[in-house]
């Protein structure tokens, strides 16, 4: 990650503290130089008062001591905190930390039960592979596993003995990657213990366009916290701006961090993770918003989350969804004007576009082309209705943010100069973001009515094409009737005609035949000129 992420490395040891236990198990190695002073005074002075007071830390023959972490309070007292090893082996349950006074004068020390490590032979009896075959047995909810044996020695009881801590990596139910440890006896083969190797968390992202946002991040088994939400299985990578058609769900970068905090809240940020920030919280609202209107259970509605890119291309000022690799991408923007393409309605449009592909499955040329386009406008704008952030306040402006002062509007979408406000017999022929035009419009119709009106401070001016007056009926039964018609009625080929038939047929089934709901739809429908 550049620049910044070396710079987060360097405070890994401040930042890793609750991720100690893992930090060992990965055999990670925290960097002992530093300018913090007194700092290397302190780790020396304590090195010495574990080996003057070697029967107390039972530090014996063969046992060596990793430095993981100095606090000197502010009247100079030290606490300095070792990892130990065996035989260069690691020692689960063999930290200690060693507390003196200024000068360096040993005041007290904490020591974890593993203290004397000692073992009869660092020989296992039990070879690695029966124990990696072992490992993969015992963690049966990961899919694709492999396993990695190490050796170590087991103490965490206070009985050192020789032990195979094996990771199991794989996928788990979201499809996010998932690990479990699996550590057993290498002389007897007996199980000691087992448990998840990547923990939920809680990360705080300062996000390009909503402010201070709460994201969730997953801790790893390295210690270090990744971009993979374990709730709804998504995954945020920087494609270092490989171009979008050469990415893979393979490509890229995951995004890790020493302290789960990330981004820097700016646009167009040298901090490569601002973007990532906002894809990842945003994701996270549309997989919300689907699941808790719909009961949709992500894109295909299995539970699984799909990998969203960031960074893709030079100054790519578009963002897509691809099946192929059931990713999103998203591009910078074109430098100067458009910023970062990862606000809140475009991650929902691009997110709609794998459930419209997982459903009706909409051609993308010709009107089902622009129902297609429509629909991703429309529900990528509901998302933004669902968070209801202070920040992006809820509108009926189409990439406002990252495109401002917006891509597309749904009232009179003519105003962009290229899309359609009514049906015609050539709307067909036109790029599938300008025939979805008619959509959006009947969108708003339907939702808020015609003529004039000021909904959070903007002001909308929605005509109709028949010279009609259409009431609205809130854009939240709309886009229900919608959702239905999508994934119930309609199919590959649906144009505007069977559009009004899918989405009547829908309100039929919600608010029933005749309802007021049914006949805003229609009314709607007619004042687009689909009759
Ligand atoms: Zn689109």
Redesign the pocket.
């Known amino acids: 990650m550049g620049p910044t992420s070396s710079s987060r490395r360097r405070t890994l040891t401040a930042g890793a503290l609750a991720a100690t236990a893992a930090l060992v198990a990965a055999g990670v190695q925290v960097s002992t130089a530093s300018a913090v002073p007194g700092r290397d005074t302190a780790i020396a002075k304590a090195r010495a008062n574990v080996a003057r007071n070697a029967e107390l830390f039972g530090f014996g023959a063969g046992q060596d001591l990793l430095v993981k972490d100095v606090l000197i309070d502010p009247d100079g007292t030290q606490h300095v905190r070792f990892d130990r090893t065996y035989q260069g082996l690691p020692v689960i349950g063999g930290d200690l930390v060693v507390h003196q006074d200024a000068r360096g004068r040993l005041k007290d020390s904490t020591r974890a039960k593993g203290h004397s490590p000692a073992v009869r032979s660092t020989v296992p009896s039990v070879p690695a592979q029966a124990t990696a075959a072992k490992a993969l047995a015992a963690a049966p909810g990961i899919s694709s596993a492999t396993s990695q044996p190490r050796l170590v020695v087991w103490a965490a009881d206070g009985t050192a003995r020789l032990a195979w801590q094996t990771t199991v990596s794989g996928l788990g139910k979201q499809g996010q990657p998932s690990g479990r440890v699996v550590v057993t006896d290498a002389v007897t083969g007996a199980e000691i213990e087992q448990f998840d190797s990547e923990h939920e968390a809680s990360g705080t992202g300062r996000s390009e366009y909503t402010g201070t946002v709460t994201i969730d991040t997953t801790l790893q088994s390295n210690g270090l916290y990744a971009l993979i939400d374990p709730t709804r299985g998504t995954i945020t990578k920087d494609a270092r701006n490989v171009s979008a058609s050469s990415l893979n769900a393979g490509s890229g970068t995951l995004y890790t961090d020493a302290d789960n905090i990330w981004g820097d809240g700016r646009k167009f940020s040298t901090d490569r993770a601002t973007a990532a920030v906002d894809a990842h919280a945003n994701t996270a609202w549309t997989y919300d918003y689907y699941k808790n209107t719909f009961g949709r259970n992500g894109i295909k509605n299995d539970g699984k989350g799909a990998t969203v890119f960031v960074h893709v291309g030079t100054k790519w000022d578009n963002a897509?969804?691809s099946d192929a690799c059931f990713c999103m991408m998203t591009g910078d923007g074109d430098g100067t004007t458009d910023p970062e393409q990862v606000d809140l309605d475009t991650m929902g449009?691009?997110m709609t576009?794998g459930v419209t592909s997982a459903t009706a499955n909409l051609r993308y040329s010709g009107e089902s082309g622009g129902l297609?386009?429509s629909t991703?406008d429309i529900f990528g704008t509901m998302v933004e209705w669902y968070a209801n952030n202070g920040i992006d306040t809820p509108d009926y402006l189409f990439s406002d943010q990252s495109t401002p002062p917006w891509l597309r509007r749904f009232d009179k979408p003519s105003l962009d100069g290229r899309s359609a406000d009514c049906w015609s017999r050539k709307v067909g022929q036109l790029d599938v973001?300008n025939s979805s035009g008619v959509g959006n419009h009947w969108f708003f119709l339907a939702s808020e009515g015609s003529g004039s009106r000021t909904i959070n401070g903007i002001t909308y001016n929605s005509p109709t094409c028949n010279g009609s007056t259409v009431t609205g009926i809130g854009n939240q039964k709309v886009a229900k009737i919608w959702y239905r018609a999508l994934t119930v009625y309609m199919t590959s080929t649906t144009d505007y005609k069977g559009a009004r038939t899918a989405s009547l047929n829908a309100a039929k089934d919600l608010y029933g035949s005749g309802s007021a709901e049914y006949n805003a739809v229609a009314a709607a429908w007619s004042a687009v000129s689909v009759a």
């Open positions: 897509q969804w449009h691009e576009h297609n386009e991703s973001h």
